[in-house]
């Protein structure tokens, strides 16, 4: 009797300090998830800096594009390359303080290709590999405040997408514009641009297959997921929108070898707060399975957001998707105390599925007490592993260990 008096209440601060301690705590562990290999941060010259992409580069290091500053009045294009362990190689910065954004890169036989905006104007910057010297550097107005999201290389030169028009210029992530597509040539010069609005007003992600474009982001009022499909002329060949009955923001896209298409996101519909929203797609449009998950840490679930960046297929026909998982607490104001119900404090959350959808592995990843690791996105590693941009006010790199 003395015993289970004992137990009792050991497991019951055992619990309660896995809900209000930082380190990585998750309600469901699995033995087969990667542990941290090494993370290094690096800074831009003002006094915080936001990473929104990540890649791994032909030479074994790593790419991250964002800003150093805020938008719409401190914000300059920050671009950090390291070699395989994370220290860094060179940074460079773009744009005199202001409304500029670093959104996302391609990696070319002979450099980096940097697509944003600069003073509201959507802007291609071509680096070189070796010293991140601008070999070239392109702006268009294309409407209104408007940005380059991402961008592919075709035989004909460079296609990318984004929008136009923003309503709101002030936010990183949806503007409340109308999505664009713009063809230009191999120097980054416009050849021609339009409107598909009547298909996604934030364009974010596109992937070429096949010589067909495939492009995802969200709907009018971000009411749903997005994607068309279009030829290589941008003609639009089908158009599909996927979601419940609340807002579900679609940000991140992969796709496999076979044409299946992976989005990810995340979702109010059918959640208790914003959860991670992922789907299969096969190359016809038609959904083969989806998945909301969330709340990795077991926190009261209304105060938690695991908001969703990005996502990678994976060699086994599933993906891995990378978010940031925690809570605003100030909107909440009295509701949101200090009692176990709030996290306090936000975490990288990695989550794998398998080729039907099923959970292979999650894990979250923390940085010190209290210091906030938020993750943007992920790209997979010659070793089998990712790297992870992590956004904590620097510029965060977060190695993880081979899972496949």
């Known amino acids: 009797m003395r015993l289970n008096i004992i137990l009792i209440p050991t497991i019951l601060l055992i619990f309660l300090g896995c809900r209000k ?87 070319t036989s002979d450099g980096y290709i940097i697509c944003g905006a600069l003073n509201e104007n959507s802007t291609l910057i071509k680096l070189e590999k070796n010293t991140g010297s601008e070999i070239f550097r392109q702006s268009a107005d294309n409407g209104g405040s408007d940005a380059f999201e991402h961008l592919t290389v075709t035989s004909n030169g460079i296609v990318a997408v984004g929008y136009v028009n923003a309503d709101d210029n002030s936010n990183t992530f949806y503007t409340e514009g109308e999505g664009f597509i713009t063809f230009l040539d191999a120097n980054g010069i416009k050849q021609m641009g339009f409107n598909i609005n009547a298909h996604l007003s934030h364009a974010y992600r596109i992937q070429l297959h096949n010589s067909d474009l495939f492009i995802s982001g969200l709907t009018e009022g971000a009411n749903d997921y997005g994607l068309i499909k279009t030829d290589s002329s941008g003609n639009v060949l089908w158009s599909k929108n996927f979601g419940g009955s609340k807002a579900d923001h679609c940000f991140g896209m992969d796709m496999s070898a076979d044409g299946s298409i992976f989005l990810t996101g995340h979702t109010l519909s059918g959640t208790e707060n914003w959860d991670a929203y992922t789907m299969k797609i096969d190359s016809n449009g038609n959904q083969i399975w989806e998945s909301k998950v969330g709340n990795p840490r077991g926190f009261k679930p209304k105060f938690i957001h695991d908001e969703v960046w990005g996502i990678k297929s994976t060699a086994d026909g599933g993906c891995i998707i990378v978010a940031g998982t925690g809570d605003e607490c100030g909107r909440y104001k009295r509701r949101c105390g200090n009692n176990g119900d709030n996290s306090n404090t936000w975490h990288v959350y990695l989550v794998k599925f398998d080729l039907n959808g099923n959970v292979d592995w999650e894990k979250t990843y923390g940085g010190k007490k209290s210091e906030d690791w938020a993750g943007e996105d992920i790209d997979l590693t010659a070793d089998g592993g990712a790297i992870v941009a992590v956004d904590n006010g620097k510029f965060g790199f977060l190695k993880i260990e081979p899972f496949q």
């Open 21 to 107: 301690v930082n380190e990585d705590c998750n309600v469901n562990e699995y033995p087969n998830a990667p542990e941290k290999v090494w993370y290094s941060e690096i800074n831009g010259s003002e006094e915080e800096s936001h990473g929104h992409f990540i890649m791994s580069c032909s030479d074994g290091g790593y790419l991250q594009i964002g800003e150093t500053g805020f938008i719409p009045n401190s914000a300059k294009i920050l671009v950090i390359k390291t070699n395989n362990s994370g220290n860094l190689i060179w940074k460079k910065e773009f744009g005199d303080a202001g409304n500029n954004l670093g959104n996302s890169a391609i990696e």
